[in-house]
């Protein structure tokens, strides 16, 4: 079992800036697979931004440029880096991670409020 703790949600302002860290802790060796997901209002979740089974950053089109995935292996971390974000950008963000056969663990989501 993986269990995963978001943090760092909040109000910004239109062209402000959010970092959010997702903790991962039990049977987990490898940060590849984790990664990020929203639901915003009345919307499904949608992918935001992971790291492929390699290892590799990957975005949503609507993110790249402006979002940043990074990781802290000594301590099962990994982070989004948000800058110039928009009213689009409001949802809840869930740290996910995924792996062969279990499927994908959730976090409980941390809300990000874009507002003027």
């Known amino acids: 079992q ?6 760092g949600g909040g109000l910004v302002q239109p062209g402000g800036s959010l970092r ?3 903790v991962a802790s039990g049977d987990i060796f490898s940060l590849n697979g984790m990664g990020w997901y929203r639901q915003a209002p009345g919307k499904r ?3 935001v931004a992971r790291f492929t089974s390699r290892g590799d950053p990957f975005y949503r089109d609507s993110v790249k440029g402006r979002f940043t995935i990074s990781r802290e292996n ?3 971390t990994v982070y989004l880096q948000m800058t110039r974000l928009e009213l ?13 056969p279990e ?7 941390t809300l990000v409020t874009v507002s003027p």
């Open 2 to 7: 993986v269990q995963l703790v978001e943090s």
């Open 20 to 22: 959010l860290s997702c």
């Open 45 to 47: 979740r949608e992918h």
């Open 74 to 76: 000594a301590n099962n």
């Open 88 to 100: 689009e950008d409001t949802a809840v963000y869930y740290c996910n991670y995924y792996r062969e």
């Open 103 to 109: 499927g994908d663990y959730w976090g409980e989501g």
